[in-house]
């Protein structure tokens, strides 16, 4: 399983289906969050994931096998909601 330190976090993908819509919003959200503390929050289709590396990428559960293959080295954080 792939670990990352908080303090080496310089940024986080939020990743969906198609890289537009719920995954742009949340991004956002976090982003404006986690501006303060210098991370950077993008958003990206799964299916791109593998062109860069990512620390921490965050993706709704029924992408999450997709996610993991792509990036087996990046924190993959799954999550069942978008919002709320």
């Given amino acids: 399983m792939a670990s990352v330190s908080a303090s080496d976090v310089?940024?986080?993908v939020?990743?969906?289906e198609a890289g537009m819509?719920?995954?742009v919003m949340v991004a956002r959200q976090l982003a404006?969050?986690?501006?303060s503390e210098g991370i950077t929050v993008v958003h990206a289709p799964v299916n791109q994931l593998a062109e860069t590396p990512h620390e921490i990428v965050l993706v709704h559960?029924?992408?999450?096998a997709r996610a993991k293959q792509a990036v087996p080295?990046?924190?993959?954080?799954?999550?069942?909601?978008?919002?709320?």
Avoid at 32 to 35: A, E, F, I, R, V
Avoid at 61 to 64: A, D, K, V
Avoid at 73 to 84: H, P
């Fill in 21 to 23: 819509g719920s995954s």
């Fill in 61 to 64: 559960r029924g992408l999450s």
């Fill in 10 to 12: 310089k940024q986080i």
């Fill in 14 to 16: 939020v990743a969906c």
């Fill in 73 to 84: 080295d990046s924190v993959v954080i799954i999550f069942d909601m978008f919002l709320g």
């Fill in 32 to 35: 404006k969050q986690l501006k």
